[in-house]
């Protein structure tokens, strides 16, 4: 209802012309077809009042008294015309708007706001135009072709116009719309150009449609594929930031811990409690939470993983099966512990403001902003453990440790504290993955058993011990998984990547780089 009176800060130039009272009683009474055909009329020369008496007319704020439409907000009555209030009569009757009417009505609206001053919406007005165009509405286009001045929204109101002509009777305008259509990139247009490939009549004309069907399909390929390989990089960030803390407790540690996935959790349920906390406490700074929860995730996680190493792990040094079966137990404790605490459903984390829509790279091509964030926190914490590992004092202790524990120990390095840190860090970095998980997807207790399997073969894929070889392994994986899913299907892709990982590791073991260094056996 707000958009009643202001949907046309359009800006439409004729202001000279006025809706009638007998336009908007032909547009709002009779039957569907004479009402649409009065709306075309009107739409031709539109102004600010037919706006507001089409908006009203979606918001189901129109009613009929003695042959004459009015609209009506907060029980009164107002001349759709003037804008006057009126006496609204006790028995008027509502409008009754069928889905086909509706659907003529958005349409009308959409093509309204070419006229908008703000890019955006043009933009999307071009976008709901493009699923039905209509030559009935071919005067607005080109109206608003004629006075557009963004050169790319300029284009598609192009091909929208292009697409609106294809049904004209008129064989040159068909052919010449034909020929337009070839350039564009955008769904919509190939499901037109099929419609109409069917019902087309002429040769010549028949032949331009299936040439620029061609050239469509093609540019949809193409960005098919850039799709599948930015969904890839997308999953190998996460696959990525899910195994870095690996890399470390069972890369460098040789830890075998089935409770990383859970550490991950604990991050992801930190982040929404920060959450909470900043909707509670601080509304205004509400899209800043992330930038809170991001060292509150890491903490979390990483003091749950020194106490877990401390108080379990140390004691099972060189004992990979007890590791293994004490982590696991470990995991169930901690998925229980979280459903005592939050419940068993999943929780939404919201995403701020500046991480929602995306980047328009193509008509059906759109790069989420919270995929491309999180490929950049990827790509941060990845630069940050790897200047920690190889210049920092703590990662020169781990490195030792990691190479000859007894030497390490023996030069003065506190080894059983080193064994912690290093732990933490690892849990902490899985930590950052559920703070990241969380902006895309909701959280649940039984969050980390969906990635810990695929993190462990990242990690061996990549080579034990080898941060360049989890980087490759987890952007290889990722990206091969998404092309082999719009193939085969999500199952048969993991089921086809789990296979040609066992297969590269039965020929090459030590993975795709191999520990070098005196230890390493030939």
Not at 75 to 86: F, R
Not at 131 to 154: C, F
């Amino acid at each position: 209802m707000k958009k009643l009176f202001t949907l046309l800060a359009t800006a439409l130039a004729l202001h000279a012309y006025a809706l009638t009272p007998q336009e908007a009683a032909a547009i709002a009474i009779g039957e569907s077809d004479a009402r649409i055909e009065a709306m075309n009329k009107a739409m031709a020369n539109a102004d600010d009042k037919t706006a507001a008496f089409l908006q009203a007319l979606a918001d189901d704020a129109v009613k009929i008294a003695g042959g004459k439409a009015l609209i009506v907000k907060d029980g009164k009555g107002y001349d759709p015309s003037t804008g006057a209030e009126t006496a609204l009569p006790a028995d008027a009757e509502d409008v009754v708007n069928n889905n086909r009417m509706r659907g003529e009505i958005d349409s009308a609206l959409a093509a309204l706001k070419l006229f908008s001053k703000d890019e955006k919406l043009r933009s999307a007005a071009i976008t709901e135009l493009q699923k039905e165009p209509d030559e009935s509405k071919l005067a607005l286009i080109e109206k608003a072709y004629a006075a557009e001045t963004n050169a790319s929204i300029k284009q598609q109101l192009g091909l929208v116009r292009a697409a609106a002509l294809l049904s004209s009777s008129d064989r040159a305008k068909r052919l010449a719309a034909a020929q337009l259509l070839a350039d564009s990139r955008s769904p919509a247009t190939k499901t037109l150009l099929l419609g109409r490939i069917k019902e087309e009549t002429d040769p010549e004309v028949k032949s331009v449609l299936e040439g620029s069907l061609k050239q469509v399909e093609a540019s949809l390929a193409w960005a098919d594929r850039a799709g599948a390989i930015f969904s890839g990089i997308s999953l190998g960030s996460i696959l990525l930031l899910v195994a870095l803390g690996l890399a470390i407790t069972y890369g460098l540690m040789g830890v075998i811990n089935m409770a990383h996935g859970e550490l991950m959790m604990i991050g992801a349920y930190a982040t929404y409690v920060v959450q909470g906390l900043f909707r509670k406490y601080a509304p205004g700074a509400f899209d800043w939470y992330l930038i809170a929860a991001v060292p509150v995730a890491f903490a979390a996680s990483a003091f749950v993983g020194a106490i877990l190493e401390r108080g379990v792990i140390r004691f099972l040094y060189g004992r990979p099966l007890e590791t293994l079966l004490a982590t696991w137990g470990i995991s169930l404790a901690l998925m229980q512990l979280v459903r005592s605490i939050f419940g068993a459903q999943n929780v939404g984390v919201e995403n701020p403001s500046w991480m929602s829509g995306g980047v328009v790279v193509t008509g059906d091509l759109q790069l989420p902003w919270n995929r491309i964030f999180i490929i950049a926190f990827a790509a941060l914490v990845l630069a940050g453990m790897a200047f920690l590992i190889a210049r920092t004092r703590l990662g020169l202790f781990v490195r030792g440790v990691t190479q000859n524990r007894p030497i390490a120990s023996c030069m003065g390095v506190n080894t059983a504290r080193v064994d912690t840190y290093a732990f933490a860090l690892g849990s902490g970095i899985a930590g950052l993955a559920g703070c990241a998980l969380s902006q895309i997807g909701n959280v649940g207790p039984d969050l980390g058993q969906a990635y810990i399997v695929d993190s462990f073969m990242v990690v061996v894929l990549g080579g034990v011990g080898q941060l360049a070889g989890t980087v490759y392994a987890a952007l290889g994986l990722g990206i091969l998984n998404k092309f082999i899913e719009g193939w085969a299907g999500a199952v048969l892709a993991k089921i086809g990547v789990l296979v040609l990982i066992i297969v590269f590791i039965q020929k090459r073991p030590q993975g795709l780089f191999a520990v070098k260094g005196r230890s390493a056996e030939a």
